[in-house]
């Protein structure tokens, strides 16, 4: 409890603010880190994701790579990366893209195999173009389960950034690695509660944001009953849940 | 017209969903398709608009045989019902509606004032334009549905069983209200039922299917209740029972109709050929 109390004035404490290793940097560096890593794993992952949802094909693949990447400790894959491209921000943001990838995946095609085969189907048999029911159907109506795939992504990366700081990337990882050192516990514990309180406030807005981009029809058909089941194939997990 | 020759449909599996199938369809007129599931009776419909591509033999259009049509193109002017009515959730009914001249490339303005017509004509209120298709009862959502294959403006109109999910009573209105949008619009419908009754009622030309799409019995509703082909037709409209089966009793110097268990079903007030000639009993 001491230490908790000596975290919180650690932070609080005005002389933190200020220069290169103030609080308000290190909080910068470990979001522009987490948005990074996000715009890097979405590119990279949305697109696998919506062509396996839209064609059905490669699902097997992808669960069991994205599974086996899923296994692979982050702090190993910084090390070995760093090793190769040596210090600096390359090796920290590869290891977090690998981290953030299985989660946006498995968003991305989740979200397309909950869209009724009904809809789809209908929306083929009227003229829309492969294209189309893409564009129009799949990817709003599967929106959603997308953004709980990043939000759970988002969630792992500011909290796992922390690790930049282990191969000198600055970060509230700063924070840990210099207290450990100096067997300064109140100043960890205060790396660690911002780094909470960043991941806190992250969540509050991806719910919002998840909230905001479910179709205003779909929120009108909760509470009824669904006429026909969603595709026959199992959806894998429920990718709001991971890394909590 | 719509003319199936020598269609077949294999699957990879082995299994075959039609074999040998050949039908005419001719225009401004309904169709029925009925059967029990597993007749391929919804397959047979979605060869028309190519959604499932024979495996030999041909469907053709007005001469044109559909396999050389791009797909979508195709699709685009052939209207589509289905049953659970396949609108898009996320999309208001009036968008909905629109949704196939839009993709043509009608201004969006020339698209919903359209669609706002075509609620009119299938019965469905202006006020409901505006809401999402979760919001309606099963019944609007098949009117919606019914619209939204209009919206082109198609000479051919397939329908998937699109009153299968409704409660009866609601059926009947919807039926009742095909025959009159029939009566006025004189599309091709091409109509897909598992249910005789409905088949009887709303087409012209009925089409009974064996299973594997073996055609049992062609011809109008009056043509098969009259002359059965086989027991299995004879069986599957219930000509020999029941409701069908009807006896003219005399009662009070009338002539009243009774069903197979005795119920009486009606009044003989003549025969068409009097009521042709000016009324009963002239």
């Given amino acids: 409890m001491n230490y908790f109390v000596g975290a919180i004035r650690w ?9 290169p290793n103030g609080i308000p940097v290190r909080m910068a560096e ?3 880190y987490t948005a990074l890593t996000l715009v890097i794993a979405c590119a990279i992952a949305i697109p696998i994701g919506y062509a396996i949802g839209h064609t059905g094909r490669g699902r097997a693949v992808a669960v069991s790579v994205t599974g086996g990447v899923r296994a692979l400790p982050t702090l190993g894959v910084l090390t070995l990366v760093a090793l190769w491209t040596g210090i600096g921000l390359q090796a920290p943001i590869v290891s977090f893209v690998v981290l953030a990838i299985p989660s946006i995946l498995a968003g991305a095609y989740a979200g397309f195999e909950a869209v009724d085969r009904n809809v789809v189907d209908a929306a083929r048999a009227v003229g829309m173009t492969g294209w189309q029911v893409l564009a129009r159907v799949e990817v709003p109506l599967g929106l959603p389960l997308l953004i709980g795939g990043i939000r759970a992504a988002a969630l792992q990366v500011v909290a796992t950034a922390t690790l930049a700081a282990y191969v000198g990337s600055g970060g509230l990882g700063g924070y840990l690695f210099a207290g450990l050192q100096t067997r300064d516990y109140e100043q960890m514990l205060a790396g660690a509660l911002l780094v909470v309180v960043l991941a806190l406030v992250l969540e509050g807005l991806f719910a919002l944001v998840q909230r905001l981009v479910v179709p205003r029809g779909v929120v009108a058909q909760r509470g009824n009953v669904r006429t026909r089941p969603s595709r026959s194939r199992p959806v894998m997990g429920d990718p709001i849940e991971e890394g909590k | ?24 369809i001719p225009s401004r007129e309904t169709t029925v398709l009925v059967g029990s599931s597993g007749c391929g009776k919804t397959t047979l419909l979605r060869m028309i608009n190519r959604m499932v591509d ?42 909905n509606i629109a949704t196939v001249p839009m993709l043509n490339g009608v201004p969006r303005a020339q698209a919903r004032a359209r669609a706002l017509e075509l609620m009119d004509t299938v019965g469905l209120d202006r006020s409901l334009a505006d809401r999402y298709p ?73 089409v009974i299917l064996q299973k594997g799409g073996v055609v049992a019995q062609r011809g109008t509703p009056r043509e098969i209740l009259a002359r059965p082909a086989n027991e299995f037709v004879a069986s599957f409209i219930g000509a020999d029972r029941g409701k069908r089966a009807l006896r003219v009793a005399r009662a009070d110097g009338v002539d009243v109709v009774v069903d197979g268990d005795g119920r009486p079903a009606g009044v003989l007030v003549g025969t068409e050929e009097d009521a042709a000639a000016g009324g009963p009993g002239s």
């Fill in chain 1, 11 to 19: 932070v609080l404490d005005p002389a933190h603010y200020p220069g």
């Fill in chain 1, 30 to 32: 470990q979001l522009w």
């Fill in chain 2, 1 to 24: 017209m719509i003319e199936f020759r020598h269609v077949s449909k294999r699957y990879p599996d082995g299994t075959s969903a039609v074999e040998d199938f050949s039908v005419v």
């Fill in chain 2, 54 to 95: 024979p495996s030999s033999g041909s469907v053709a259009i007005d001469g044109e045989d559909v396999a050389h049509v791009d797909p979508v193109r195709l699709r685009r002017r052939i209207g589509y019902v289905m049953q659970n009515s396949g609108l898009l959730p996320h999309r208001k009914v009036i968008d």
């Fill in chain 2, 134 to 206: 979760a919001q309606l009862s099963g019944g609007q959502q098949q009117r919606v549905g019914v619209a939204r294959g209009l919206a082109v403006d198609p000479n051919i109109l397939l329908m998937d069983e699109p009153f299968g999910a409704v409660d009866p009573i609601v059926r009947a209105d919807l039926q009742r209200e095909l025959l009159r949008l029939q009566r006025d619009l004189g599309k091709t419908v091409v109509f897909v039922t598992h249910d005789i009754d409905e088949a009887f009622l709303l087409g012209h030309q009925v």
